[in-house]
């Protein structure tokens, strides 16, 4: 009798289970499609800012194109909605690269210290989570100017030097030249996947002759390239950068970072 009785339990158990499974499935469904609606920020084009200045940004994201505002943690920065509408979306991926857009003028005061800028787009189904404006207040700032598509035409760096750029098109390739003394260490970073940008990038140095010096394809834990080298020999060098799978576009961006090594 006592056996019976456990058993008649467990079947209880297990008939309560299976009629709750239904539900689950539901609010799981819900919960999905809640996120799938969600608008956010995929990237922002340029990635940077600096201080001191208005500078006119892209952001790409889903369900932008009814903004009402994009607002700073940092209540000294001030953020005004130019443009605002559908995105063009390469090779169909609208997920990773966003199908709206908003065009934004970030005014930044002087004096600046912040290495990065968290803001939110604000609209009526919602806020998105915070995405990162890179702020760079100690080295100059460049754009990068196209045609640098070989040593010919390579564009001319100094050290330090960052260069907002972008890899427009596949198989596109951005070349760099600088100065170098023989002993002299630098450092030369990508800022790119960590940022939202698809740019998987591969860094090279050569020497005057063509030579390779070094190059660098991910760092240990991202995509984006960090090439430290130790000069040979004084001269004239050509730093390249492309994506490692020969893809380009406009979301495609980066901000590429040279300096001296600490």
Not at 111 to 137: I, N
Not at 145 to 164: M, W, Y
Request: charged share 25%.
């Amino acid at each position: 009798m006592k056996k019976t009785t456990h058993s008649l339990v467990f079947v209880t158990i297990l008939a309560t289970l299976v009629s709750l499974l239904p539900f689950a499935a539901l609010a799981q469904k819900k919960k999905s499609a809640t996120k799938k609606d969600e608008p956010r920020v995929t990237m922002a084009i340029p990635l940077g800012v600096r201080p001191g200045a208005t500078t006119k940004i892209t952001v790409r994201g889903i369900k932008l194109d009814g903004a009402t505002a994009l607002r700073f943690t940092n209540d000294k920065v001030t953020a005004k909605i130019v443009a605002k509408g559908a995105a063009d979306v390469p090779d169909k991926n609208a997920d990773k690269v966003g199908d709206t857009q908003l065009v934004v003028e970030v005014t930044l005061p002087a004096g600046l210290s912040d290495a990065s800028l968290p803001f939110v787009v604000v609209t009526p189904a919602g806020e998105t989570k915070p995405h990162a404006l890179l702020v760079e207040s100690k080295f100059p700032v460049i754009a990068e100017k196209e045609p640098n598509d070989g040593f010919r035409q390579a564009q001319p760096i100094a050290i330090p030097q960052v260069v907002d750029g972008l890899i427009e098109r596949p198989r596109d390739v951005d070349v760099f030249h600088f100065e170098g003394k023989a002993g002299q260490q630098l450092v030369f970073e990508v800022l790119a996947a960590r940022y939202g940008s698809g740019l998987d990038s591969i860094l090279t140095l050569y020497d005057s002759d063509g030579q390779q010096v070094a190059t660098n394809d991910d760092m240990s834990d991202s995509v984006d390239s960090l090439l430290k080298v130790t000069l040979p020999r004084t001269g004239t060098y050509f730093l390249s950068l492309i994506d490692a799978h020969d893809q380009g576009g406009p979301e495609h961006v980066y901000r590429l970072v040279a300096r001296a090594h600490k």
